[in-house]
């Protein structure tokens, strides 16, 4: 399975754009991006996920690389209710998704 | 629209103990998969099904066994409760590359 990097720990004022990365340098043509995030003492949540093009919906924006072997999460106006510990997986279709450690954010008031 | 309802919420199981954690989606989602969390750690794959009637086992299987009789429901067995399952467990079903979580089952075994 392709793997993903992320940063451990990220912080982001109140009011403000987050911009999450993520390096996935041995992707293959087949996997899609995916993002999740995970608040406290809830289960996972779906945020995103795209293939070549940067994908945009209520929630946040993907921004892919065009080499796809690095995206970015963006969290346009941060607020407290973001802080989340967010995952970047890789997945084909509908196969089971593979979670690393993700990125713990936290939102500065 | 209730998704992915786990029961029980959170459980203390004496080791050795049969315990089987419930999952039922209302989606109709042909996929289905368990996680287990340990404190501070990622979701780790314990079984998965991709269809009523098949189950594969994921990264972490040994301890765990599952069924599929149908499309909703998909439970989680410890056939013999240790120690090292103590852990958070998280049901989830999927389609067209969206995974939906439920809220979990925090199991402590003693």
């Known amino acids: 399975d392709a793997k993903t990097t992320q940063p451990n720990s990220m912080e982001s004022n109140e009011e403000e754009p987050v911009h999450l990365p993520c390096n996935h340098s041995?992707?293959?043509?087949?996997?899609?991006i995916h993002w999740y995030r995970q608040l406290p003492s809830q289960g996972p949540e779906y945020v995103i996920h795209g293939l070549t093009s940067n994908v945009n919906n209520r929630m946040a924006s993907l921004a892919i690389a065009e080499d796809r072997k690095s995206s970015t999460l963006i969290l346009h106006r941060a607020t407290l209710r973001d802080a989340a510990v967010y995952y970047c997986?890789?997945?084909?279709?509908?196969?089971?998704?593979?979670f690393g450690t993700g990125t713990r954010l936290t939102i500065i008031p | 629209i209730a998704g992915i309802t786990q029961a029980p919420t959170s459980q203390i199981l004496a080791a050795g103990r049969r315990m089987t954690l419930r999952c039922t989606q209302d989606m109709r989602h042909n996929a289905m998969y368990w996680y287990r969390q340990d404190l501070g750690l990622g979701l780790r794959l314990i079984h998965y099904?991709?269809?009523?009637?098949?189950?594969g086992k994921g990264e972490v299987p040994d301890g765990y066994s599952v069924s599929r009789a149908n499309t909703d429901d998909f439970p989680l067995t410890l056939a013999s409760a240790v120690p090292s399952q103590t852990s958070v467990y998280f049901c989830?079903?999927?389609?067209?590359?969206?995974?939906?979580f439920g809220q979990g089952t925090r199991l402590t075994v003693v």
């Open positions: 989830a079903s999927s389609e067209r590359g969206k995974a939906f």
């Open positions: 099904s991709n269809t009523a009637g098949t189950t």
């Open positions: 997986i890789l997945s084909r279709g509908n196969e089971k998704l593979t």
């Open positions: 041995t992707i293959s043509g087949t996997d899609y």
